[in-house]
């Protein structure tokens, strides 16, 4: 059985109406085709958000902006041969916030 993220939207509305019909937590699963947990969970969130929607996942803020990634990006060629730290410490200069050598790999990385 899946896990509450990957349960649509459609079957937590379904547990939400059959909540408000009456029915028990016990008998939800086995009409919706899913485990207690997730109808457990769906009514959690329903309590909590008054909504059926994905909640959004809470991630790390980027270090960098689109501008500087754009920035790195050209910059890059003309490093040549230059270490990944050499150009970290370039840039951590010209945008006066500690970059590191990782983070510009992995703008690199994802620019292509």
Known sequence: ???????????????????????????IPNLVGCSLCAVQCATRRFIETKSHNN?????????????????????S????????????????DEFSKPVSARTGRRRLLEAG
């Open 77 to 92: 060629p003309k490093a040549g041969k230059n270490s990944s730290s050499a150009l970290a410490v370039g840039l951590s």
């Open 1 to 27: 059985m899946p896990k509450n993220s990957e349960i649509s939207y459609d079957d937590r509305a379904k547990m939400q109406v059959l909540s408000e019909e009456g029915k028990s937590q016990v008998e």
């Open 55 to 75: 909640i959004s996942k809470c991630e790390r803020k980027r270090l960098t902006s689109k501008r500087e990634d754009r920035i790195l990006i050209r910059k």
